[in-house]
């Protein structure tokens, strides 16, 4: 099917803008697994949605057939990679509950509605060279993006990831040569025994950023073990926050996270926010 | 039918009692808490077309809101416990009037309090307010007056509001039932006796739900507001009842996904219809159920939507309040 006719008539579930809302029909291409019992989704859009995406950004996805209301609201998933030649998103989809399982067992041809792209993304500085990104379990979605455009910036890049057990980890092939990719396992069974934020230490000096995707204890052990290198606030660490979402719009504040600022959205200014800046 | 072009009229008064009037160019509504200020959906849908929308809920004194989690989702619904975040009625006025005034849809104010009193100031702050075209009352709130006694849930507390902000104000008020009244077509008729323009319903219904892993409460107020298809058919009825008990225009909502539900509401009694929950789940929704309804009139010869208004109707009802209803079994 061409670019042209996506998202032209077709509907589905929850659908029936046209292209240049940012409500729109993708059509899913592939789906492959990687790591453990997740898979990398490839979804053709329209190119103009691709155009120009950065790390960070997600999109709501409807995760349930056409005359169904279960499950009710969309899933918010962030981009795990694009190509922009072909107008195509890549998204990395972890079967965990309902809405997820259902887009785990998508097949080529189908089609999906999604709402994006949504939300702030990762910021790398004009004079940083030394980036640290860290990432764990599916959190290292948008942090294979960011490490795409860090290497396309030519930035030093060190990737951490960190997960429970060997199969959880991402295959290095997937991360661009020149990225330095270090492992951590909680059993020990490849890399470092442990948390992958202990890591993080030996990087504090060297990095003039620091980004994290994962889950929210995981941002917690990362402030204590680098809390004693920082100097001040440097390096700056932003981190992506996950919170159950409706509208991905800012409209319905479900999705607030508190800050020094008060109590934001996370899908109109975040997912990515200033660990700093966050009330734990 | 004759072959002459004609194309229905969508048109609705909200109400037809108020010099100001409140005139929708269709009858679909963006509610409540489901649709920001008017401004989020900018870039997806055209706002434009809207019937009207309604704000977000105002309270008097700006309000950072519950504590996470707020959203839970439920059976073909989901349970919310946001808890009133809002800039305040003095935040909202300096931010939004102004950026209603460049916008050509309806836009509507929804307000929540917890005394009589200031629901009346509210009202008078936004008396004075350019590009408003009317109030929504929230009596879902907590009267510290009566211990925290629901005003939406006693005919008496739900018309003492209504006056005080009648008496504050000439713009076009709605009033937004309940659905936890003992006797929610009680309620009607007191604030339609009070002076209300019209009324929506309905609002949500108190629900909660509990993570079995963590042995507590899902949401962090621990009780939320249920909304969605899941209430659909509770809504359907007390519109069908309260439609069928007072004269002012009433506006239905609960679990509106499409336009079968959307006929449902106005064959109930009601003149227009709110769209929440769906717009989260499809933000183009709105827009459809005008193209699909006037694409539905067409087809029915329909020409006005006050001949399916309460078509559902007894016939006794429709006499009371329905003159020139008929349904489709009268005139076929
Ligand atoms: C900005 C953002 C980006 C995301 N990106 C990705 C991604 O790239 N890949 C990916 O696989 N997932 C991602 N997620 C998570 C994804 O959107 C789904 O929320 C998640 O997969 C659960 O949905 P479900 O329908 O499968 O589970 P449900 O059936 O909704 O839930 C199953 C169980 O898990 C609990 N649960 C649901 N959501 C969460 C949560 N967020 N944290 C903890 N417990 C939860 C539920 O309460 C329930 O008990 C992202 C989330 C956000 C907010
Ligand atoms: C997230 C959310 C926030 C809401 N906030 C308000 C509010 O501030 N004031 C109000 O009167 N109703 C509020 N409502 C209720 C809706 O306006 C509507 O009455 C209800 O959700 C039923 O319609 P629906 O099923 O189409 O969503 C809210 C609903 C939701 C889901
Ligand atoms: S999901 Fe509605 S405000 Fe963020």
Redesign the pocket.
């Known amino acids: 099917m061409s670019q042209r006719q996506l998202g032209g008539d077709l509907t589905v579930a929850g659908t029936s803008a046209p292209v240049r809302s940012r409500e729109f029909v993708g059509e899913v291409v592939g789906i492959e697994p990687i790591m453990g019992d ?1 898979a990398v989704l490839s979804v053709d859009v329209p190119m103009t949605v691709v155009h120009g995406l950065r790390s960070g950004r ?1 999109f709501e996805i409807t ?1 349930r057939d056409e005359v169904a209301f279960d ?1 009710l609201l969309r ?4 981009v ?1 990679r694009i190509d922009a030649e072909r107008g195509r998103l890549l ?4 079967p ?6 259902w887009l785990s067992r998508r097949r080529p041809g189908d089609r999906l509605a999604l709402l994006g792209p949504l ?1 702030n993304t990762y910021d790398i500085g004009p004079t940083s060279q030394n980036v640290l990104l860290i990432a764990g379990g ?1 959190g290292v ?1 948008p942090m294979v993006m960011l490490a795409d455009e860090a290497i396309g910036r030519g930035l030093n890049v060190t990737f951490l990831m960190g997960a429970t057990t060997v199969p959880g980890l991402l295959p290095a092939t997937e991360l661009p040569d020149r990225v330095e990719y270090v492992v951590a396992t909680d059993d020990g069974s490849k890399g470092y025994h442990g948390f992958v934020t202990d890591l993080a230490a030996d990087y504090v000096r060297w990095a003039d950023q620091i980004f994290a995707c994962g889950p929210e204890s995981m941002y917690l052990e990362l402030r204590t073990a680098i809390g004693p290198h920082r100097i001040g606030r440097r390096p700056t660490v932003q981190v ?1 926050m ?4 409706a509208c991905g719009l800012g409209a319905c504040l479900g999705c607030v996270v508190e800050t020094r600022h008060g109590m934001v959205a996370s899908c109109i200014q975040g ?1 990515v926010f200033d660990l700093d800046e966050i009330i734990w | 039918m004759s072959d002459e072009l004609w194309t229905p009229d969508l048109t609705v008064d909200l109400a037809p009692n108020n010099p100001r009037e409140l005139r929708l160019a269709n009858p679909v509504i963006a509610a409540s808490g489901c649709f920001g200020y008017g401004q989020e959906y900018a870039g997806v849908i055209d706002v434009e077309r809207l019937g009207a929308f309604v704000s977000k809920g105002i309270t008097p004194e700006p309000r950072g809101g519950n504590s996470m989690p707020r959203i839970k ?1 439920t059976p073909a619904g989901m349970l919310n416990a946001i808890g009133l975040q809002n800039p305040g009625i003095r935040g909202f006025i300096r931010k939004y009037p102004k950026l209603w005034a460049r916008m050509s849809v309806p836009a509507i104010v929804n307000i929540s309090a917890e005394t009589v009193d200031d629901y009346a100031m509210m009202a008078a702050l936004l008396d004075e307010q350019p590009a408003i075209a009317g109030i929504e009352i929230n009596v879902s709130c907590p009267n510290i007056a009566r211990g925290g006694y629901c005003f939406g849930w006693d005919p008496e507390m739900s018309a003492d509001v209504t006056r005080a902000v009648g008496a504050a104000t000439t713009l076009p008020l709605i009033v937004k039932l309940s659905p936890g009244a003992v006797d929610v077509v009680a309620v009607a008729e007191a604030v339609e006796a009070a002076g209300a323009d019209a009324i929506s319903l309905i609002n949500t219904l108190v629900g909660m739900t509990i993570d079995v892993h963590r042995r507590r409460p899902t949401l962090g107020n621990v009780t939320g507001g249920l909304s969605g298809p899941a209430i659909r058919p509770i809504a359907v009825r007390m519109v069908y009842q309260v439609a069928a008990a007072v004269r002012v225009p009433v506006i239905g909502m609960g679990g509106i996904m499409a336009l079968d539900d959307l006929l449902e509401f106005v064959m109930a009694g009601a003149s227009a219809i709110q769209v929440g929950t769906g717009i989260f789940v499809d933000p183009g929704l709105p827009i459809r159920l005008i193209d699909e309804l006037t694409e539905w009139m067409t087809r029915h010869g329909v020409r006005r939507l006050d001949e399916i208004v309460g078509a559902a109707q007894p016939a006794a009802a429709r006499q009371f309040r329905f003159a020139g209803v008929e349904t489709a079994g009268d005139s076929a």
Do not use: D, T
């Open positions: 997740a997600f995760c499950p899933r918010p998933y962030s795990y998204f990395l989809v972890r965990f509950g309902r809405g997820s399982a939300g599916v979605a992506s996950e919170r159950e979402m997912p | 989702e």
